[in-house]
């Protein structure tokens, strides 16, 4: 069976499509038309009842979420070498990075511009937006100088870890955060702009 992803462009989506393109995956990209709130409409719905990207299509049913779906894509491809796959306590060390960027800076970059999901006075949405720039700088600090080992998030080895830290590294420049106060962060981001897997991924942005 071909894979579907459904995506939409500039979300956190991309990492996955840069690990299917990582991967060579047998994969149909499907965009979800944010713009319309296509998201929200019945046939998305029923597809991904969280009404959010991404979303995979396999014959095993549907996987939701970044962490789940980059690890099931290095899994399922493991000739790739895309995750520590025969050390569990390295591959736990990846989950717990991609589990950050997902239940951490993530929602500190959603405070920008989705204040309605956790407040509801304008007020609270403004103090939300100011906040932004402080908390993923600190988010950013962490991993500059604890979590990242060089030259790839794991160390000597890519992973699937690496598409995910590009993917949110990106958002920086408009959460308000110069990038290059994080030099090796800032490397990365380069070094992955040159990976065949990004400039396909990107192609759809």
Not at 82 to 99: G, I, K, R, T, V
Not at 161 to 179: K, S
Request: charged letters at 20%.
């Amino acid at each position: 069976m071909t894979w579907k992803f459904f995506y939409g462009p500039k979300t956190c989506a991309l990492a996955s499509r840069i690990a299917l393109e990582e991967a060579g995956a047998a994969y149909e990209p499907v965009r979800v038309d944010f713009a319309s709130g296509e998201q929200t409409k019945p046939a998305y719905l029923a597809i991904n009842p969280k009404g959010r990207v991404p979303a995979l299509v396999t014959d095993r049913g549907v996987l939701t979420e970044n962490v789940a779906i980059l690890a099931f894509v290095a899994q399922s491809h493991p000739d790739k070498n895309l995750a520590p796959l025969s050390d569990p306590f390295a591959f736990a060390e990846m989950q717990a990075f991609n589990a950050y960027l997902a239940s951490t800076v993530h929602v500190n970059h959603a405070h920008k511009h989705r204040g309605h999901r956790w407040a509801t006075e304008e007020s609270s949405f403004l103090d939300m937006r100011r906040k932004v720039p402080e908390t993923m700088a600190a988010s950013f600090r962490l991993i500059e100088n604890d979590f990242f080992r060089g030259p790839w998030v794991m160390g000597e080895a890519y992973s699937v870890a690496d598409a995910y830290l590009f993917t949110v590294t990106r958002w920086l420049e408009g959460d308000g955060v110069d990038v290059a106060q994080f030099p090796r962060v800032a490397e990365h981001l380069a070094r992955m702009g040159e990976r065949p897997s990004v400039k396909a991924a990107l192609a759809y942005e």
